[in-house]
Each structure stands twice: as C-alpha cells, then as structure tokens.
C-alpha cells in the first residue's frame, strides 16, 4: 500500500484546509487510517483517525470540534477537514495505516502502531 497526502499550503488563523490522503495498492488490508502532525522542534502527534469501515473517528484533544476526519472508500481516500486553523497547528501533517491489523481504540493514537507512511503535506498557519 502507498499513501499519498496533499492538500496542505499556508493560510491565516481562522480559516479552513482539506488534507486528503489517497491510498492505492492492496487497500483491502486496510483498517484504519490516522492522521499524524510533526511541528518544528516536536515530536509527531496524534491527530485524528477514523476506521476503515466508517465505524468510528477519534480525535486528539486538541482538534475536537475543529478538525474532521471521513472517508471516500470508493476512492480509497481519507480527508482531514481543519477549521479554525490555529498558528499552533503548523506542522508537517502524515497520514499512517495498519496493514492487514485492526488497532484497538485505546491504541489508535499510538504512532508505533501504523507501519505504512505518507510523504507528509505541510501546513502554515500565520497569525
């Protein structure tokens, strides 16, 4: 499987980008697909993921009510919609999968558990 992010740029506090993450290749092992973002100067964190199947999403804390994660299964593509933007959410952003494993909820934020990468799209926030 290979995972390609896109969507990211600069834009001002307050407004809106759409990451998308199109996967290709045996995408039926997959199951779940996070969303991960690397600041300059800190270490990758947990965004958002949402399970293959449209089950369920999860959120970090800190994106709750701005950020929403969903899927296009017929296109193979995650998306990350971010509103609100905030100068704190510039980072280089990730989409991550599993393959051939399910990720248990109280394990989906882990990093260490997705072994599949996207290149990363970086986001600018300016304030």
Same mark, same amino acid.
């Given at each position: 499987?290979?995972?390609?992010?896109?969507?990211? !740029?600069?834009?001002?506090? !307050?407004?809106?980008?759409?990451?998308?993450?199109?996967?290709?290749? #045996?995408?039926?092992?997959?199951?779940?697909?996070g969303w991960f973002r690397q600041a300059?100067?800190?270490? #990758?964190?947990?965004?958002?993921?949402?399970?293959?199947?449209?089950?369920?999403?999860?959120?970090?804390?800190?994106?709750?009510?701005?950020?929403?994660?969903?899927?296009?299964?017929?296109?193979?593509?995650v998306y990350l919609q971010m509103n609100?933007?905030?100068?704190?959410?510039?980072?280089?952003?990730?989409?991550?999968? #599993?393959?051939?494993? #399910?990720?248990?909820?109280?394990?989906?934020?882990?990093?260490?558990?997705?072994?599949?990468?996207?290149?990363?799209?970086?986001?600018?926030?300016?304030?």
């Amino acid at each position: 499987v290979q995972l390609q992010a896109s969507g990211g !740029g600069l834009v001002q506090a !307050g407004g809106s980008l759409r990451l998308s993450c199109a996967a290709s290749g #045996r995408t039926s092992s997959m199951y779940v697909m996070g969303w991960f973002r690397q600041a300059p100067g800190k270490e #990758r964190e947990f965004v958002a993921a949402i399970r293959w199947s449209g089950a369920s999403t999860h959120y970090a804390d800190s994106v709750k009510g701005r950020f929403t994660v969903s899927r296009d299964s017929a296109k193979n593509t995650v998306y990350l919609q971010m509103n609100n933007l905030k100068p704190e959410d510039t980072a280089v952003y990730y989409c991550a999968t #599993r393959l051939g494993v #399910r990720i248990i909820s109280s394990a989906i934020a882990n990093q260490r558990q997705y072994d599949t990468w996207g290149q990363g799209t970086l986001v600018t926030v300016s304030s």
